[in-house]
């Protein structure tokens, strides 16, 4: 174990998720109004109503396949009557649809972006990074599931990765687990890290806006009045209704 194998597995991820907190934070405390995505839906909607929904919800679906596989024990699915074999099976097969999806997503929102004139013109720098880094995560994240778990003899990332991902939340950091991980794995980690670092400062954090969503479950009830039922006023009768007489028009006065 050298000393990168301690900046990298041991000290990085506490420094990321530093970086996340703090960097939220002050997004939200000094730049609110800008705590937004910069929709461009009113520059171009054709493409936009295609692409977004297909790269949503494949991210979904890879975020919480990432949560399962991270933050479950193998001995719970194990537990559950669910064999190895059974969950690299879905594993893979729902893994590699979901990213692919995103992928295909994202590669439609990057073509947009550079092919519409107003939606380039309204594109940062941020953004441009922030879609490099996402790629990048997307690319890695196909290559340790097809490949690693797929064509090749496989690879049990539960075994070595899992472990060391929940041990830094109990803030004890088994780097030992994480030296004979294999390269696509590690690249995969590292862009992830590098992914969350950069949330705070682009358009990403507006993922954060989603709990917020929560309190219109609990929002009190608004009663609107039905323009059927209102009867109108005395003195206010509709022109030119059937069965009503056309009120008298106003006379100019010289």
Not at 105 to 125: D, E, H, K, Q
Not at 133 to 162: F, K
Not at 163 to 175: A, T
Request: proline content about 6%; some cysteine; overall charge positive.
């Amino acid at each position: 174990m050298s000393t990168w194998d301690v900046l990298l597995w041991g000290a990085a991820p506490y420094a990321t998720i530093a970086v996340l907190v703090v960097g939220s934070i002050w997004r939200f405390r000094y730049d609110r109004f800008g705590w937004t995505t910069r929709s461009s839906q009113l520059l171009e909607s054709r493409l936009l109503r295609f692409a977004s929904p297909l790269f949503h919800f494949g991210l979904l679906v890879v975020i919480v396949g990432h949560a399962i596989g991270l933050l479950i024990p193998e001995s719970w699915t194990a537990a559950l009557g669910v064999s190895e074999l059974l969950y690299h099976l879905v594993a893979v097969g729902l893994g590699a649809l979901a990213g692919i999806c995103t992928l295909v997503g994202v590669a439609l929102l990057i073509y947009r972006r550079r092919r519409n004139g107003p939606v380039f013109s309204a594109t940062t720098v941020n953004d441009k990074a922030m879609y490099l880094v996402l790629v990048g995560a997307i690319v890695l994240g196909l290559l340790t599931t097809v490949l690693a778990n797929g064509i090749t003899e496989g690879y049990d990332y539960r075994a070595t990765i899992s472990p060391w991902f929940r041990s830094i939340f109990v803030l004890q950091p088994d780097v030992a687990l994480m030296v004979d991980v294999p390269w696509p794995f590690k690249a995969h980690i590292l862009v992830g890290m590098l992914l969350f670092a950069l949330f705070p400062f682009t358009r990403l954090v507006h993922a954060f806006s989603g709990f917020a969503a929560v309190r219109y479950l609990f929002r009190p009830y608004v009663v609107y009045r039905s323009r059927a039922e209102a009867q109108p006023r005395r003195g206010w009768e509709p022109v030119g209704v059937p069965g009503k007489h056309d009120a008298p028009r106003p006379t100019r006065k010289h």
